[in-house]
Nanobody, 127 residues
Framework: QVQLVESGGGLVQAGGSLRLSCAAS????????MAWFRQAPGKEREFVAA????????LHTDSVKGRFTISGENARNTVYLQMNSLKPDDTAVYYC????????????????????WGQGTQVTVSS
């Protein structure tokens, strides 16, 4: 049984920083990608950032470029999201996802290409 465990969410003032972590366990992965998605109240889930297991490809959605950075530790099947210069619009539940399908197809921004999901961690940015 694959499990993704997220941590690092919380309440922060605008302009502050948070670092999210997500660790995958339950099986070995050779070809995969990991990603962060978020969902704000009343809005659809949206892609935030993705990284391949080898680290050779990273993607960030335009609204977080220059502020958020995704990174990973392949040996530990762990991914991080460093979030700086946070804005109230970043308030959402952040979900970690792992996709074997996503890596194979290359469609790293599509949530339906990811095979496993974490339970989500709340990030709240106050103005």
């Amino acid at each position: 049984q694959v499990q993704l465990v997220e941590s690092g969410g919380g309440l922060v003032q605008a302009g502050g920083s948070l670092r999210l972590s997500c660790a995958a366990s339950g099986r070995a992965f050779s070809v995969y990608a990991m990603a962060w998605f978020r969902q704000a109240p009343g809005k659809e889930r949206e892609f935030v950032a993705a990284i391949t297991g080898s680290g050779d490809i990273t993607l960030h959605t335009d609204s977080v470029k220059g502020r958020f950075t995704i990174s990973g530790e392949n040996a530990r099947n762990t991914v991080y999201l460093q979030m700086n210069s946070l804005k109230p619009d970043d308030t959402a539940v952040y979900y970690c996802a792992l996709g074997i399908t996503a890596r194979i197809t290359g469609r790293l921004t599509r949530g339906d290409e990811y095979d496993y999901w974490g339970q989500g961690t709340q990030v709240t940015v106050s103005s």
